[in-house]
Structures are given as C-alpha cells and as structure tokens.
C-alpha cells in the first residue's frame, strides 16, 4: 500500500507520520499535540494555520480560542512562530517527500520558517512517484510548487550533519482520509 510506503520512507529522514480517518480525529490530534508542545500566545510558542480545504466548515473563531493559534499568516509572525500548519496536496510514496503548490506565499511562510511544521495531507493525496505527480501538475494553476522531504538538514559544515538550519527541524505529517485529493 502506498501510505506504508510513504511512512516508511518519509520516518526513515526523520519525519513524524499519523493517519486519521476523519478531518475531526485529525483535528483533535493535531491540537493536543500543539498544547503538549506548548502552544502559547507568546512569541516563539505560537501557530500560524495557512488557508486550506481542511479548515472548510470548520468554526475558526472556536479554534482561536487555543491561545496562541492564529489564521494570520505574515513574514514577520511566521518568523516567530513555533508551528506553521499547512494542507499539502501530494506525497510520493517512493521518496517519502511532500508537494504542495506553494503559489500563495501564506504556504511557504508556514511550511519553512516555524521550527516545526505540520503538514495535513488527503490519504488519497499519494503518489507512487514523481513523474505522476508531474503528469498531475499544470505550470498554468502552481507557479510554485514545493517539495519537502523531512525536516530540514544540512551536511555542509564539515561534513557534520545539522537538522533545522535552514528550516522547520521537525515535520510532523497527519494524512486524512476523509480529506479527499485529486486522485
């Protein structure tokens, strides 16, 4: 199966990887999570949550009252966010690697500058490899489109292997079934 190809991959560079059923289970998990990690309203401890399909028929003014939790998306409170949770639209069971059209910036703020990114992506969302993804791809719908394969890691200084340098230094994946996908 695709998905326990994906985990496999995906936790072998250190990715953290659940699978729920529904969009409330994932829900739930997700800010248990958050409080366990010590969200807060306070700088370095807060999450920024980018628009996405997962939020649809959900009551965001409820959600906002997790202190610290936050649908404002800017540079400047990216930067000192802890979190960043973003929807992705494909993973690669192949390469345990996560694609996300990343035209809208609000995407790429939280997926790379919070220490920890959480990413929620539909079950159906993966793809054995990536010339189907590339098949599914229109350059005219995704100026940009961003691929992350676990946390962020560098070997460049002195051959010593660094997590978190240029990024999140931790990825925290929750795959939906209920959340659908283009396949």
């Not at 998990?29 to 649809?56: I, N, R, Y």
């Not at 202190?67 to 404002?72: I, N």
């Not at 979190?83 to 997926?111: C, H, K, P, Y």
């Not at 990114?117 to 010339?131: K, V």
């Amino acid at each position: 199966m695709l998905y326990e190809q994906f985990k496999v991959r995906a936790e072998g560079v250190s990715a953290e990887v659940t699978r729920y059923a529904t969009k409330n289970e994932a829900l739930e998990h997700l800010l248990q999570f958050l409080h366990k990690e010590g969200l807060a309203d306070t700088p370095q401890s807060t999450a920024l949550w980018a628009e996405c399909s997962f939020l649809d028929g959900m009551d965001r003014s409820e959600l906002t009252k997790n202190a610290g939790l936050t649908f404002e998306v800017t540079r400047e409170l990216s930067a000192q966010a802890r979190f960043g949770i973003s929807q992705m639209e494909w993973a690669l069971a192949d390469t345990g690697s996560l694609a996300q059209n990343s035209t809208a910036i609000e995407q790429r703020l939280v997926s790379s500058l919070p220490s920890i990114h959480i990413a929620l992506a539909p079950t159906n969302g993966i793809l054995p490899d990536m010339p189907t993804l590339l098949s599914r791809v229109h350059p005219q719908e995704c100026a940009y489109l961003a691929m992350i394969t676990g946390p962020s890691r560098t070997a460049d200084i002195e051959r010593v292997l660094t997590i978190g340098v240029h990024g999140p230094d931790r990825l925290i994946i929750i795959f939906v079934d209920e959340l659908g996908g283009d396949n």
